[in-house]
């Protein structure tokens, strides 16, 4: 907590003595949940509940300055919360307990390697505890009076017995499973390209990049000495929503079937077969010659294909109808679930939009076929990554494919009415004002609360990382500050409304950090925007690589950072899918965008573009510099010397996005943007194999240079 016991014995403007501003009343009045929950509450003040809450009533801003809440947006922020967690009352002044109100104990305990930790209730003398490993072997432990025992030496799950209490404990290594653990030294440093993979492209893809673009892909690179290949996030989605975003999932721990090619595991007479049979084939080659994804028509094609190959694959003989078998088995009721929800969306999505409607075991008859059609989907989906994954690592790649964890997910999704008792609700996630949204953002999406995480044992996060880990060598975790706090706002307020809950900081990242090994799994963290403060620093003691971004790498100053500056903890990057690549920067075209979209003046136009004009200015100079005083004849060689200055850097992984190695000038995605720009839609042009390839063979020498003592 940012005050303290003292702090929250104060009154604070007098809220706790009067009826919260902003409220609006009914006859007879009813007043709100947290003063409900111990009668007139003046024992406890506003910014008490809120502190015990996990919102921080103080915080800094993106411009260094403090912050504080007003009572309102407290009031509102509590009172929208206030459905997430059980009975608030119950958890007040509870003898025995280490958590403030209104957190729930946790079913599990996380410790580190070998180290000291104690029970969350005490067992009030000294007594035996028995330690069970995931082999069942039991191991004898004692425990003081205070709950203190000595963790295991030895890392992962186990069930911890005292008296007539029963805990999961997670024993964490040290850190995540690292880059070095990958390329077996701790001198070399990697590389590999970024790709938004359905801007990706191969010949007969029907408007679509997929398993077997990324699979060219990551040959090319791995020939040329690349360790990883990472991806835009490829979660499951509700293809029934009006615009089409990677990061306002549906369930994060499924996946978008249609960026598979089901050739890759059925073959390509099967394939072209059922194309043929379907009637599709001059639609699917004008959708390929696109040059903007068309999200409906892509979908619609992909799921007439699919339903054909799913009856071909019913009707024939095949020895994979094992593998789905088991696939389906494994995948349990969560699987089933999920299958179940997809098929109500596709078949009533104007009937009902609410996740409890969905919640019932029993598969109408009517359903059935949908029902089995995703199963299918999502096995035939997973087989296809494997089989990328194998590519790349086939082809010389020591990381893979680098999967992409979205911060939430949408409240009406499946995951979230697969978690509804830890679902965080009444607020969405959002942003605060910042430099590059002046209003905030609200991102219309959801997660876990951190009491329904403790609630649960952590087991919708244990369960989302396993999904994720196991199908590359990576995991870029969108918004790694999440594992500490997000910025919540009420449902239907502005963003700047909204305000910071904490999480359980290091319970997530020791389970972070013991999943990754046992999945032998990179973990990335996009550390940027507004960070608690010592955040990077907590993240890089286990592990966790953050992200260096060249067009953000400065000093106080505004000079650019020279490639010896950067950090090795971190991947480095060009840019990001948020922000222009580097030729459209220069050009300022995101300046031009948001001109036309947002209305800007010209003298908000001029004053930006001057600002640009001296960044770009800066960056010419120090690539000067670090090119001892060699200039640049053209645009296209002053945006290969920024690819070889990142290359140069010491991070432990450079990765450059697919759309400076190809220089170009479109936006992958404009924030704060819903209509008037292609988001998520544009494709690379077509390219010819072999000036890719030279242009691979190229950065893989420059950063083995980079790289030699």
């Given at each position: 907590?940012?005050?303290?016991?003292?702090a929250?014995?104060?009154?604070?403007?007098?809220?706790?003595?009067?009826?919260?501003?902003?409220?609006?009343?009914?006859?007879?009045?009813?007043?709100?949940?947290?003063?409900?929950?111990?009668?007139?509450?003046?024992?406890?003040?506003?910014?008490?509940?809120?502190?015990?809450t996990?919102?921080?009533?103080?915080w800094?801003?993106?411009?260094?300055?403090?912050r504080?809440?007003?009572?309102?947006t407290?009031?509102?922020?509590?009172?929208a919360?206030?459905?997430?967690?059980?009975?608030?009352?119950?958890?007040?002044?509870?003898p025995?307990?280490?958590?403030?109100?209104?957190?729930?104990?946790?079913t599990?305990?996380?410790a580190?390697i070998?180290?000291?930790?104690?029970?969350?209730?005490?067992?009030?003398?000294?007594?035996?505890?028995i330690l069970?490993?995931e082999?069942?072997?039991e191991?004898?432990?004692?425990?003081?009076a205070?709950?203190?025992?000595?963790?295991?030496?030895?890392?992962g799950?186990?069930?911890?017995?005292y008296?007539?209490?029963?805990?999961?404990?997670?024993?964490?290594?040290?850190?995540?499973?690292?880059v070095?653990d990958?390329?077996a030294?701790?001198?070399?440093?990697?590389?590999g390209?970024?790709?938004?993979?359905?801007?990706?492209?191969?010949?007969?893809?029907g408007g679509?990049?997929?398993?077997?673009?990324v699979?060219q892909l990551?040959r090319?690179?791995?020939?040329?000495g690349?360790?990883a290949?990472?991806?835009?996030?490829?979660?499951?989605?509700?293809?029934?929503?009006?615009i089409?975003?990677?990061?306002?999932p549906?369930?994060?721990?499924?996946?978008?079937?249609?960026?598979?090619?089901?050739?890759?595991i059925?073959?390509?007479?099967?394939?072209?077969?059922?194309l043929?049979?379907v009637?599709?084939?001059?639609q699917?080659?004008?959708?390929e010659?696109a040059r903007?994804?068309?999200?409906?028509?892509?979908y619609a094609?992909?799921?007439?294909?699919?339903?054909?190959?799913?009856?071909?694959?019913?009707?024939?003989p095949?020895?994979l109808?094992?593998?789905?078998?088991?696939?389906?088995?494994?995948g349990?009721?969560?699987?089933?679930?999920?299958?179940?929800?997809?098929?109500?969306?596709?078949?009533?999505?104007?009937?009902?939009?609410?996740?409890?409607?969905?919640?019932?075991?029993?598969?109408?008859?009517a359903?059935?076929?949908?029902?089995?059609?995703?199963?299918?989907?999502?096995?035939?989906?997973e087989?296809c990554?494997?089989?990328?994954q194998?590519?790349?690592?086939?082809?010389g790649?020591?990381?893979?494919?680098?999967w992409?964890?979205?911060?939430?997910?949408d409240?009406?999704?499946?995951?979230?009415?697969a978690?509804?008792?830890?679902?965080?609700?009444?607020?969405?996630?959002?942003?605060?004002?910042?430099?590059?949204?002046?209003e905030?953002?609200?991102?219309?999406?959801?997660?876990?609360?951190?009491?329904?995480?403790k609630?649960s044992?952590?087991?919708p996060?244990?369960?989302?990382?396993?999904?994720n880990?196991?199908?590359?060598?990576?995991?870029?975790?969108?918004?790694?500050?999440?594992?500490?706090?997000?910025?919540?706002?009420p449902?239907g307020q502005?963003?700047?409304q909204g305000?910071?809950?904490?999480?359980?900081f290091?319970?997530?990242?020791?389970?972070?950090?013991?999943?990754?090994?046992?999945?032998?799994?990179?973990?990335?963290?996009?550390?940027?925007?507004?960070?608690?403060?010592n955040?990077?620093?907590?993240l890089?003691?286990?592990?966790?690589?953050?992200?260096?971004?060249?067009?953000?790498?400065r000093?106080d100053e505004?000079?650019?950072?020279?490639?010896?500056?950067w950090?090795?903890?971190?991947i480095?990057?060009t840019?990001t899918?948020?922000?222009p690549?580097?030729?459209?920067?220069?050009?300022?075209?995101?300046?031009?965008?948001r001109?036309?979209?947002?209305?800007?003046?010209?003298?908000?136009?001029?004053k930006?573009?001057?600002?640009?004009?001296?960044s770009?200015?800066?960056?010419?100079?120090?690539?000067s510099?670090?090119?001892?005083?060699?200039?640049?004849?053209?645009l296209?060689?002053?945006?290969?010397?920024?690819?070889?200055?990142?290359?140069d850097t010491?991070?432990q992984?450079?990765?450059?996005?697919?759309?400076?190695v190809?220089?170009?000038?479109e936006?992958?995605?404009?924030?704060g943007?819903?209509?008037?720009?292609?988001n998520?839609?544009h494709?690379l042009?077509?390219?010819?194999?072999?000036a890719?390839?030279?242009?691979?063979?190229?950065?893989?020498q420059?950063?083995?240079r980079a790289?030699?003592?």
């Amino acid at each position: 907590m940012s005050r303290g016991i003292a702090a929250m014995a104060r009154k604070r403007s007098g809220a706790s003595h009067r009826m919260p501003s902003g409220i609006r009343m009914s006859c007879p009045p009813i007043r709100p949940w947290y003063w409900q929950a111990r009668g007139a509450m003046t024992s406890l003040t506003l910014e008490a509940h809120a502190l015990a809450t996990g919102i921080e009533v103080d915080w800094i801003d993106a411009y260094g300055r403090s912050r504080q809440l007003a009572d309102i947006t407290l009031e509102r922020l509590l009172d929208a919360m206030h459905g997430s967690w059980p009975d608030a009352a119950a958890s007040l002044n509870a003898p025995h307990r280490r958590q403030p109100y209104p957190a729930t104990l946790s079913t599990m305990l996380t410790a580190d390697i070998g180290g000291t930790t104690c029970v969350p209730i005490t067992p009030r003398h000294a007594t035996p505890a028995i330690l069970r490993d995931e082999t069942g072997t039991e191991h004898a432990l004692r425990m003081d009076a205070q709950g203190h025992f000595q963790v295991p030496r030895r890392h992962g799950y186990y069930e911890l017995h005292y008296g007539a209490t029963r805990l999961q404990l997670a024993v964490a290594p040290p850190r995540c499973f690292g880059v070095a653990d990958r390329l077996a030294s701790h001198r070399s440093r990697g590389w590999g390209l970024g790709a938004q993979v359905y801007s990706l492209r191969h010949d007969d893809d029907g408007g679509l990049g997929d398993s077997r673009a990324v699979a060219q892909l990551a040959r090319y690179v791995g020939e040329a000495g690349g360790d990883a290949l990472a991806l835009s996030p490829m979660h499951a989605v509700k293809r029934t929503a009006a615009i089409y975003s990677p990061y306002t999932p549906s369930h994060r721990q499924f996946l978008d079937w249609i960026y598979a090619d089901p050739a890759q595991i059925l073959g390509e007479n099967a394939f072209q077969a059922a194309l043929e049979r379907v009637g599709i084939s001059e639609q699917w080659a004008r959708a390929e010659g696109a040059r903007l994804v068309d999200w409906p028509v892509v979908y619609a094609l992909r799921r007439m294909l699919w339903q054909q190959l799913h009856i071909q694959f019913k009707q024939e003989p095949d020895p994979l109808h094992g593998e789905l078998e088991g696939f389906a088995a494994r995948g349990g009721e969560s699987l089933r679930a999920h299958a179940r929800m997809v098929a109500r969306e596709v078949l009533h999505a104007a009937q009902t939009s609410d996740p409890a409607t969905y919640s019932a075991s029993a598969i109408p008859e009517a359903l059935r076929a949908e029902w089995e059609f995703e199963i299918f989907a999502q096995w035939l989906a997973e087989r296809c990554w494997q089989k990328t994954q194998h590519a790349a690592l086939d082809a010389g790649q020591r990381i893979g494919l680098i999967w992409d964890l979205a911060v939430g997910c949408d409240p009406t999704g499946s995951e979230a009415c697969a978690y509804q008792n830890a679902l965080l609700k009444g607020v969405e996630l959002g942003a605060p004002p910042d430099a590059f949204n002046a209003e905030g953002q609200c991102w219309g999406i959801t997660t876990y609360s951190p009491w329904g995480l403790k609630a649960s044992g952590f087991q919708p996060f244990i369960e989302l990382l396993r999904a994720n880990m196991c199908r590359g060598g990576g995991l870029r975790i969108d918004h790694v500050s999440s594992l500490c706090r997000l910025w919540v706002v009420p449902q239907g307020q502005l963003a700047e409304q909204g305000g910071y809950l904490k999480y359980p900081f290091e319970d997530m990242l020791r389970l972070l950090a013991l999943e990754s090994w046992r999945h032998r799994c990179v973990v990335i963290g996009e550390d940027l925007g507004t960070l608690p403060a010592n955040l990077r620093e907590a993240l890089a003691a286990r592990g966790v690589l953050g992200t260096d971004v060249l067009l953000f790498m400065r000093n106080d100053e505004g000079e650019f950072l020279p490639p010896s500056q950067w950090r090795r903890q971190a991947i480095a990057t060009t840019t990001t899918h948020d922000l222009p690549p580097l030729l459209g920067w220069r050009a300022a075209l995101d300046i031009e965008q948001r001109t036309n979209m947002q209305g800007w003046s010209d003298r908000m136009r001029l004053k930006q573009r001057k600002e640009r004009r001296a960044s770009v200015d800066k960056l010419d100079h120090a690539l000067s510099q670090w090119r001892q005083g060699r200039g640049v004849d053209s645009l296209q060689m002053a945006n290969q010397a920024c690819v070889d200055y990142v290359l140069d850097t010491p991070a432990q992984l450079a990765l450059i996005p697919m759309e400076d190695v190809l220089d170009r000038t479109e936006q992958p995605n404009l924030p704060g943007t819903v209509h008037g720009y292609p988001n998520w839609q544009h494709r690379l042009p077509p390219a010819s194999h072999d000036a890719l390839q030279a242009i691979l063979q190229r950065m893989g020498q420059r950063r083995q240079r980079a790289t030699a003592p």
